[in-house]
């Protein structure tokens, strides 16, 4: 056990203006398994829980607000996400298992690291967690990392389901910290490893994320999360794709997608989108939205499997959303 020290503020700019080396704590979902794996070693950690940051609230312009600390259980159920994004839902409930959902935040989703075995592994080379140490992942046991946004730094795979929901709806993050408040847009909102692979997001020192803002976006029952993977439940993502598509006499007239499981981040083509609206649905446009967002990958050792189902729940995801037909997630699919 390594010492660190403990504050829980009751004001937000309290907790921004913190000590080097601190990390912030919201449900401790993944901050105290890291911990425990001796990954994360805070001298000091700020905890969340009593700052009001938890409301789900209309916005003016018609969207919705998510607090933060709004745990993830208590985001899927809400009537307002429910009838408005069950896109989001859907992901959610896709995503861990009911404990964790009741005590993972919608902040501390979006700032979760990766679950790559080597990361958590402090014996092996991962320069994730030690920089310039090496990628342990590269040629090694690696089925499930990832073939989009790789580069010779890391190929871990970013995990959450919630992400890649909110990147698919456009949301915004608003953030507040030392020199102010800021929005960032949420496909924006994370990094590519490129040479700097310990750096997830676009987070600064002392920010934290407030709120997560949808846009007044509504798909009907045309929008799917499909998520392939090694078990019914609690696992994490093989392959994945969140779509929600605007429909008009049989012609997509706005589409929005994003992919988890094969990305360094939640990966998002808008040149897929745009392939797509303005025409009728059918396999051979899905099929090159497929290809369109499927463009540079590359595999390793154990993952090239990966590129051979993606453009396979691609098809499915929009074949489903097409025909508002959304993809239940106690459903069994099988390929």
């Known amino acids: 056990m390594r010492q660190f020290s403990y504050s829980r503020p009751d004001t937000l700019d309290t907790a ?6 601190t990390r912030f704590l919201a449900g401790g979902t993944n901050l105290i398994d890291l911990m ?5 070693r805070p001298e000091h950690v700020v905890d969340l829980s009593a700052l009001s940051m938890s409301q789900i609230e209309e916005r003016p312009d018609g969207g919705l607000r998510l607090g933060a600390l709004a745990t993830n259980a208590d985001t899927a159920a809400h009537p307002l996400v429910t009838e408005r994004y069950p896109l989001l839902a859907s992901a959610i409930l896709a ?3 009911p404990q964790i959902r009741n005590r993972a935040t919608n902040g501390a989703n979006l700032n979760q690291r990766t679950r790559c075995h080597y990361f958590y592994d402090p014996d092996m080379a991962c320069n994730k967690r030690s920089p310039g140490t090496g990628c342990s992942a590269k ?5 499930i990392m990832a073939i989009l946004g790789t580069s010779d730094a890391c190929i871990a795979t970013f995990p959450s389901d919630m992400c890649v929901a909110l990147a698919a709806l456009n949301a915004t993050v608003n953030l507040t910290g030392p020199e102010g408040e800021r929005t960032v847009p949420m496909r924006d909102y994370h990094r590519l ?5 310990w750096q997830d997001n676009i987070l600064r020192a002392g920010e934290i994320v407030t709120s997560i803002d949808l846009p007044s976006i509504s798909f009907g029952p045309h929008h799917t999360y ?7 439940s609690f696992a994490f993502a093989i392959v994945s794709v969140a779509t929600g598509l605007q429909m008009e006499n049989n012609t997509i007239r706005k589409a929005c997608i994003a992919m988890g499981g094969v990305g360094t981040k939640p990966w998002c083509v808008p040149e897929a989108e745009a392939l797509l609206e303005g025409k009728a649905p ?14 540079g990958a590359v595999t ?4 090239a499997a990966k590129l051979k189902l993606a453009p396979r729940v691609i098809i499915r995801a929009l074949s489903q959303a097409s025909a508002g037909t959304p993809q239940s997630q106690t459903q069994k699919t099988i390929f």
């Open 36 to 40: 425990k794996s001796d990954v994360e």
């Open 282 to 295: 059918s396999p051979s446009l899905f099929r090159d939205a497929a290809e369109c967002l499927l463009q």
């Open 95 to 97: 995503g861990a298992s």
């Open 139 to 143: 040629g090694g046991r690696n089925r």
């Open 300 to 303: 390793d050792r154990d993952n």
């Open 226 to 232: 499909l998520k392939i993977r090694d078990r019914l």
């Open 16 to 21: 921004c203006h913190t000590p080097d080396h």
């Open 193 to 197: 490893p490129e040479d700097t692979p």
